[in-house]
């Protein structure tokens, strides 16, 4: 055997850190995408002309694509199928965005980030309330997934309630602390309510999807077809909600940078390279990485939004990871598990196998759909 030259050694070498160089540079994209929204809210752009056109060029984006890769097995889109997808647009981009939106404007980018990890959990409790998912209790897996799940609302219930000191990081802009308690506590916990009731229209969003994927089983079309309803509602909306046309204005400045960044971003390129990585090392993997993105986040919050970090948010944040972690590990368990013994469970065509989000995304790998067709991996943008 011939000794491997520096280049073939180098190539190995990259092809072994690749997954893992790619989904670190996803987290700072998908931690780019709060910071840039924050900024562009904050400079008063209104977030119902934001989720318009963010949806609009996320279709633009993703249609090309749909168009030439799934020609060929792009289903006939009939009412029934035309009405979810009108009801996933209301569900993700016009109620879970908006809310998510307004939730961060009363809290913050790294808050928001962190609170929506919980989406797996959320995503967890109502499929097994609509029985989409099975429970048993002395299985490890189960017991990790409902430990996960309890986790993940105490933790989020902790960033609720306590906000504790506040955390001066070296870059840390140095305000003043000196404001209303009342009014602050009072938009504090405003706003973590309508991320969590976001979390769970996002949730909701995710178990339909994981319906209409099963008669219209193509993905780049479908998520190019939500989003299109999406911005198609979202403006009916903010026609109403936004009547003077300076609102519409857009300018060499954030209000074109974000609606472009978390269009593209958020929706191609991280839609293509979650894809890459997930075909070789899974959803779990992908689901490691997540917590990275709080991280990033809380840094760049307090460097370029003057953001406050609070012990709460920290511990809560952490307790949500855990979480995370627990739900994926049992939900990995169910992909390489034992056969179910019941005929009801094999055969069950709407079981969430894996839910993992990465930043505003999450994904679900939908092996259980057709056993025939393999496997099957979509997402969708937030």
């Given at each position: 055997?011939?000794?491997?030259?520096?280049?073939?050694?180098?190539?190995?070498?990259?092809?072994?850190?690749?997954?893992?160089?790619?989904?670190?540079?996803?987290?700072?994209?998908?931690?780019?995408?709060?910071?840039?929204?924050?900024?562009?809210?904050?400079?008063?752009?209104?977030?119902?002309?934001?989720?318009?056109?963010?949806?609009?060029?996320?279709?633009?984006?993703?249609a090309p694509f749909a168009l030439l890769l799934e020609r060929k097995v792009r289903p006939k889109l009939t009412i029934p199928i035309f009405l979810k997808i009108m009801a996933l647009g209301f569900l993700e981009p016009i109620?879970?965005?908006?809310?998510?939106?307004?939730?961060?404007?009363?809290?913050?980018?790294?808050?928001?980030?962190?609170?929506?990890?919980?989406?797996?959990?959320?995503?967890?409790?109502?499929?097994?309330?609509?029985?989409?998912?099975?429970?048993?209790?002395?299985?490890?897996?189960?017991?990790?997934?409902?430990?996960?799940?309890?986790?993940?609302?105490?933790?989020?219930?902790?960033?609720?309630?306590?906000?504790?000191?506040?955390?001066?990081?070296?870059?840390?802009?140095?305000?003043?602390?000196?404001?209303?308690?009342?009014?602050?506590?009072?938009?504090?916990?405003?706003?973590?309510?309508?991320?969590?009731?976001?979390?769970?229209?996002?949730?909701?969003?995710?178990?339909?999807?994981?319906?209409?994927?099963?008669?219209?089983?193509?993905?780049?079309?479908?998520?190019?077809?939500?989003?299109l309803m999406g911005a198609i509602q979202s403006a009916a909306l903010g026609f109403v909600a936004e009547r003077h046309p300076g609102a519409w204005a857009v300018g060499w400045d954030s209000r074109l940078l974000a609606p472009?960044?978390?269009?593209?971003?958020?929706?191609?390129?991280?839609?293509?390279?979650?894809?890459?990585?997930?075909?070789?090392?899974?959803?779990?993997?992908?689901?490691?990485?997540?917590?990275?993105?709080?991280?990033?986040?809380?840094?760049?919050?307090?460097?370029?939004?003057?953001?406050?970090?609070?012990?709460?948010?920290?511990?809560?944040?952490?307790?949500?990871?855990?979480?995370?972690?627990?739900?994926?590990?049992?939900?990995?368990?169910?992909?390489?598990?034992?056969?179910?013994?019941?005929?009801?469970?094999?055969?069950?065509?709407?079981?969430?196998?894996?839910?993992?989000?990465?930043?505003?995304?999450?994904?679900?790998?939908?092996?259980?759909?057709?056993?025939?067709?393999?496997?099957?991996?979509?997402?969708?943008?937030?």
């Open positions: 055997m011939e000794d491997q030259t520096p280049c073939s050694t180098f190539c190995v070498v990259f092809s072994k850190m690749k997954p893992y160089v790619l989904m670190v540079a996803l987290q700072f994209g998908s931690a780019g995408m709060y910071i840039i929204s924050m900024a562009t809210l904050n400079h008063g752009m209104s977030r119902f002309v934001l989720i318009v056109y963010r949806n609009a060029v996320a279709a633009l984006t993703m109620l879970d965005q908006n809310l998510a939106y307004l939730g961060m404007q009363y809290t913050s980018a790294s808050f928001t980030s962190a609170i929506m990890n919980a989406v797996p959990a959320v995503t967890f409790v109502m499929a097994t309330i609509l029985r989409l998912e099975h429970i048993k209790i002395k299985e490890r897996r189960s017991q990790a997934k409902i430990l996960g799940t309890s986790l993940t609302f105490s933790g989020a219930l902790l960033m609720t309630v306590y906000k504790g000191p506040i955390i001066d990081l070296i870059w840390s802009h140095k305000t003043s602390h000196h404001v209303s308690h009342s009014s602050a506590d009072t938009h504090w916990i405003t706003g973590t309510l309508l991320i969590l009731v976001g979390c769970f229209a996002w949730s909701a969003f995710y178990i339909l999807q994981s319906i209409t994927i099963k008669t219209y089983p193509a993905e780049l079309s479908l998520s190019t077809l939500i989003c472009v960044y978390t269009g593209i971003v958020s929706s191609g390129i991280a839609y293509y390279v979650q894809g890459l990585v997930m075909k070789t090392r899974g959803p779990v993997f992908v689901t490691a990485f997540n917590p990275l993105c709080m991280v990033i986040v809380a840094a760049l919050g307090t460097l370029i939004l003057a953001e406050q970090l609070h012990l709460g948010s920290v511990i809560g944040a952490i307790i949500i990871a855990v979480g995370l972690y627990a739900v994926a590990w049992g939900k990995s368990k169910d992909q390489f598990g034992p056969t179910p013994s019941t005929t009801e469970e094999k055969n069950d065509p709407y079981e969430l196998p894996v839910t993992a989000t990465e930043g505003s995304k999450l994904v679900i790998e939908a092996n259980n759909y057709d056993e025939q067709a393999g496997k099957t991996k979509f997402q969708v943008k937030k």
